[in-house]
C-alpha cells in the first residue's frame, strides 16, 4: 500500500477482481455506445459510419486506459474511487455530447469542443494518477512518461479539431488516433504490469457483455413507439438470437482460453499478451457488435411498418453493411484473437465471414426481415456446428478448474 498525504493507493495481486466501481464505470461506457448508435443511425450513410468509428476508437481507448489502471491497484479505494468518480463525469459529458459531436446544433456550448475537452481530460487524470500508482516503480514509471507523448499529441490534436470544427476535425480527429493508437504501440510493453489476469480478461469479459447488451437495447429503441405485430414480433427474436449467437462464439470457449494462456504467462509476455489481445484485438469485436446494433435497429424500424402480410422492403445498403459487416468484423477479430493467443485461425469462423460477404449484395434485395433471418441462420450453422463438432474439446476447457495447470 503506498501512502501520501491524503492520498492512498492499495496495490493489487494476482487474486484481484473486478470491482463494482468499475462496473459503474461501464454503465457510462454503454451510454456512450448507445449513442454512438443513436447518431449512426440519423445518418445512415458512409459518412455516419466513419464518424461512428472515430468515436468508437475514442471511446474504446479512454475505457482501456482505465482498465489497466484498475489491474495496478484497487480502483474503488483511496485515490483510484475520487479519479474514477471524476473521469465518470468527463466521460458522462462526452456521451452528451456525441449527437453534436460533428455538428453542433443551435445555441449552448461548442458540442466537438467539449467533446475534446473532456476526453482529454480522461486521458490525462488517467496518466497522472497512473504516475502516483506505479510507487517506486521505476519501469512502469519510465513507459509512463514515454506513454504520455503521444497521448499529449493525441490530445492536442483532438481539442484543436475539437475548436475548428468542419472542414479540418475529421481530419485532425482521424490523425489523433492514428498517433495515440500507433503511438501507444510503438511504445512498447516492457514497463506494463498485469498483476491479475483474471481481473484483466474479466473486465474486458464484461465490457463485451455490455456491448452485446447494448444490440439488445437497440432491438427495444427500433420499435419503442410502434404497436406490436406479427413481424415485429419475429424481428425482435431473430435479432436477441443474433445477441445470443455473439455471446455464444466469444464466451463459449474464446474467454476461457484467453483468460488461461494469459494466467500462463508472467511479467513482460503477459504484457505483450494483453496489449495484443485486449487492448487492440477486443476494440474490433465491439466496434463489430455496435454496428451489427445499428444494422439491427434499422431492421425493427422497417418491419414496424410492415403490414401483417407483407414481408416489407429492403433496406438501404449501408444498415445492411452494418449487419453483416459487423457480423464480419466480429468473427474475424474473434479468430484473429485465437491465432494471437493459441496459433493458427478459426478456419470456420473465416469461412462463416466469407459467406455473410458474399451474401451481403443479395442482403441489399430482399426484404430487412429476411434479411436479419439470413444472417442469423448462418450463425446458428456455426454455432451447432461448433457445439457438435468440437464436443469433447469444449467439454474439457469449459469444465476445468482455475487452478488446473493447463488452464
Known amino acids: 500500500m503506498l501512502r501520501t498525504p491524503r492520498l492512498v493507493v492499495r496495490s493489487t495481486d494476482e487474486s484481484h477482481r473486478v470491482t463494482t466501481l468499475e462496473l459503474f464505470f461501464d454503465l457510462v461506457f454503454v451510454f456512450a455506445l ?9 445518418d445512415p450513410t458512409a459518412r455516419g459510419l466513419g464518424r461512428g468509428l472515430v468515436l468508437l476508437a475514442l471511446l474504446w481507448f479512454g475505457w482501456t486506459s482505465y482498465a489497466w489502471l484498475g489491474n495496478q491497484a484497487q480502483a474503488d479505494e483511496g485515490l483510484l474511487r475520487l479519479a474514477m468518480v471524476v473521469t465518470m463525469g468527463a466521460l458522462f459529458v462526452v456521451a ?7 455538428e453542433d446544433g443551435p445555441g449552448g456550448l461548442f458540442g466537438p469542443f467539449v467533446l475534446a475537452a473532456c476526453y482529454a481530460t480522461v486521458r490525462i487524470a488517467h496518466l497522472a494518477v497512473y504516475l502516483v500508482a506505479a510507487g517506486e516503480d ?3 514509471r519510465r513507459q509512463l512518461f514515454i ?12 481539442v484543436a479539431g475539437g475548436a475548428a470544427g468542419a472542414p479540418w476535425q475529421s481530419l485532425l480527429w482521424v490523425l489523433a488516433l492514428v498517433v495515440d493508437y500507433a503511438g501507444v504501440f510503438a511504445s512498447g510493453t516492457e514497463g506494463w504490469r498485469v498483476y491479475s489476469a483474471v481481473h484483466f480478461a474479466e473486465r474486458h469479459g464484461l465490457i463485451v457483455i455490455v456491448a452485446i447488451g447494448e444490440s439488445v437495447v437497440a432491438v427495444g429503441a427500433g420499435v419503442a413507439d410502434e404497436p406490436v405485430t406479427g413481424p415485429v414480433v419475429l424481428a425482435a427474436l431473430l435479432a436477441l438470437g443474433v445477441s445470443l449467437a455473439l455471446w455464444w462464439v466469444y464466451f463459449d470457449v474464446v474467454a476461457l482460453v484467453a483468460e488461461g494462456v494469459l494466467a500462463e504467462l508472467e511479467g513482460e509476455p503477459r504484457t505483450r499478451l494483453a496489449r495484443d489481445s485486449y487492448t487492440y484485438l477486443h476494440f474490433p469485436m465491439v466496434a463489430g457488435i455496435v454496428y451489427l446494433a445499428l444494422g439491427v435497429k434499422k431492421v425493427l424500424e422497417y418491419v414496424a411498418h410492415v403490414d401483417e402480410h407483407d414481408l416489407g422492403d429492403a433496406l438501404p445498403w449501408v444498415p445492411v453493411l452494418a449487419l453483416y459487416g459487423g457480423a464480419v468484423l466480429y468473427l474475424v477479430a474473434l479468430s ?28 441489399v434485395l430482399v426484404p430487412a426481415l429476411v434479411a436479419l433471418a439470413l444472417l442469423a ?31
Open 34 to 42: 448507445t449513442q454512438v448508435t443513436a447518431l449512426m443511425a440519423d
Open 138 to 140: 521505476r519501469g512502469l
Open 336 to 363: 484473429a484473437l485465437r491465432r494471437r493467443n493459441i496459433g493458427g485461425w478459426n478456419r470456420q469462423r473465416l469461412l462463416v465471414s466469407a459467406v455473410l460477404l458474399v451474401l451481403l449484395p443479395a442482403a
Open 96 to 102: 452528451l455530447t456525441i449527437p453534436e459531436s460533428f
Open 147 to 158: 506513454t504520455a507523448i503521444p497521448t499529449a499529441v493525441a490530445c492536442l490534436l483532438l
Open 377 to 407: 441462420g448462418v450463425l446458428l450453422v456455426l454455432i451447432s456446428y461448433e457445439a457438435m463438432r468440437l464436443a469433447p474439446e469444449r467439454d474439457r476447457i469449459r469444465h476445468r478448474t482455475r487452478h488446473d495447470p493447463a488452464h
